[in-house]
């Protein structure tokens, strides 16, 4: 009896397994079809290497983020099939292992830079990220020459511009591409003196200090007022989204400060 009901429940198994696997490559296909990207979050140890040989999912459209601990057969199969990575520093994922990001630019595969926000220990500022990623590698390596400050601002504009296939669109200014623009207000103390304008971006600028957004040529915020829509009514529906979250879900408790949150090394 015993040795029936695990055959039984062996074959149950894989009849799911083969339902998803046919599910997969059907999903894939109809994107593939009708040009929609496709994305899947949280890849690690092997896991790439699974994606490509049951399920038929890497590609060029294909963005796979976090990728940590990559094995040499899930690189060797990012490189062959031109998929795109996307590496979040700041995120849960980057502190249990770590993306191979420097590795896979040498490489040639192209690498941009995600923010896995929002969430209570990190935001969208890209420039936090920019910061936390180069720091985040150089530590790895214990080498200060890794990841210089221009191929990280690249990581969040052309790269991610070509990790999306739109490279010819938008990620660099250029004659024909959108007018997708940030303008910066330098003229601050942490952002002075002057010299060296790209690293101080890149190492000190963080959100708050965009002054000015324009996308498609349409400005949207001017001297950090924005233009587009009442930013004030946004804020406070957004506020209001999130209480009815908490109490519809019953997870208001997690937004409680932990015991184990001052005078000690760890929760």
């Known amino acids: 009896h015993r040795d029936l009901h695990l055959s039984i429940r062996r074959q149950r198994q894989m009849c799911i397994r083969d339902r998803i696997r046919t599910q997969a490559r059907e999903i894939r296909a109809l994107g593939r079809k009708y040009g929609a ?18 399920f038929g999912l890497l590609g060029p459209d294909a963005y796979m983020s976090h990728s940590i601990d990559l094995t040499e057969r899930d690189i060797a199969l990012v490189k062959e099939t031109d998929t795109r990575i996307i590496h979040n520093p700041s995120a849960v994922m980057s502190i249990r292992g770590r993306c191979p990001a420097p590795e896979l630019i040498d490489l040639g595969v192209t690498v941009a830079l995600g923010s896995d926000g929002t969430a209570p220990d990190r935001s969208f ?3 936090r990220h920019m910061f936390q990623c180069m720091h985040y590698h150089r530590r790895h390596f214990r080498d200060a020459a890794v990841l210089p400050p221009g191929k990280v601002l690249e990581m969040t504009t052309i790269d991610a511009a070509r990790a999306l296939g739109m490279e010819r669109e938008i990620g660099s200014l250029e004659p024909g591409k959108k007018a997708d623009i940030i303008l910066v207000d330098m003229f601050k103390p942490h952002l002075y003196p002057l010299n060296m304008p790209l690293y101080r971006l890149v190492c000190f600028a963080n959100g708050a200090d965009v002054a000015t957004v324009i996308v498609d040529g349409r400005i949207l915020m001017e001297k950090r007022r924005v233009l587009s829509v009442d930013e004030g009514e946004v804020l406070e529906q957004a506020q209001a989204a999130t209480e009815a979250m908490l109490d519809r879900t019953g997870l208001r408790h997690l937004t409680a400060t932990p015991e184990r949150f001052w005078g000690v090394s760890r929760y």
């Open 37 to 54: 990207g496709f994305t899947q979050d949280g890849h690690k140890c092997g896991s790439l290497t699974l994606a490509h040989e049951v």
């Open 125 to 127: 500022d890209m420039f």
